[in-house]
């Protein structure tokens, strides 16, 4: 089973590359480090100090199962763009990186 979800995880990163016009060489050297994940926004917010805190969660991290609802945000690289895009849609919330998963953007 954890074969098959690999080999899904490979192809869904292949198709995506495929679809955003990147070269073969780029592509190669990104499908050897795997990191294209789904990334979700965590609603609703938790509040924090003055105002409401929105986090993103990669698809794996266990703390996704706990969030009451949430709202997909695409497959990027890494946890900053797929902040970027969620702060496109969301010009006027708070949004950084779970702490368990997208360590690199929390407390930003
Ligand atoms: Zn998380």
């Known amino acids: 089973m954890q074969i ?17 016009g990147k070269s073969y060489q780029e592509i190669s050297s990104n499908m050897e480090n795997c990191n294209i994940a789904l990334y979700y926004l965590n609603l609703p917010p938790k509040s924090e100090g003055k105002g409401l ?3 993103i969660h990669k698809e794996d991290c266990p703390w996704l199962e706990q969030v009451e609802h949430s709202e997909l945000i695409g497959d990027f690289l890494n946890c900053r763009e797929a902040i970027n895009k969620a702060q496109l849609d969301h010009p006027d919330w708070k949004i950084e990186g779970c702490f368990y998963c997208s360590k690199d953007c929390h407390n930003l």
């Open 53 to 55: 805190l929105y986090e």
């Open 4 to 20: 098959i979800l690999v080999k899904e995880g490979l192809l869904r990163n292949f198709l995506t590359f495929i679809l955003r």
